[in-house]
């Protein structure tokens, strides 16, 4: 069975950094692509960046470019994000998603459960 599990979210100060991790598990993990979403409050869910499964092209929305970048180690079937120069409007629930494919798309097919990320002074 599929599983994603997320960590490293907290609090950080406007400007600060974090750094998120998703483990992954029951599936061939090079074989797919992986995405970060996030929720914050009282929106939708907004797709943050996303990574080719072999780590060659990785891709971010504007709201995060300059800013996050995401990586993968496939020895570790692991997935992170690092966040620099965090604002307030960063805030949310952040999720680890796997992609049907080796290409991110729009329609994950899994999720992990989030790992919380608050950015207030």
């Known amino acids: 069975q599929v599983q994603l599990v997320e960590s490293g979210g907290g609090l950080a100060q406007p400007g600060g950094s974090l750094r998120l991790s998703c483990a992954a598990s029951?599936?061939?993990?090079?074989?797919?692509?992986m995405s970060w979403a996030r929720q914050a409050p009282g929106k939708g869910l907004e797709w943050v960046s996303g990574?080719?499964?072999?780590?060659?092209?990785?891709y971010y929305a504007d709201s995060v470019k300059g800013r996050f970048t995401i990586s993968r180690d496939n020895a570790k079937n692991t997935v992170y994000l690092q966040m620099n120069s965090l604002k307030p409007e960063d805030t949310a629930l952040y999720y680890c998603?796997?992609?049907?494919?080796?290409?991110?798309?729009?329609?994950?097919?899994?999720w992990g459960q989030g790992t919380q990320v608050t950015v207030s002074s």
């Open positions: 998603t796997k992609d049907p494919g080796a290409y991110f798309t729009t329609t994950p097919d899994h």
């Open positions: 029951g599936f061939t993990f090079s074989s797919y692509a």
């Open positions: 990574i080719y499964s072999d780590g060659s092209v990785a």
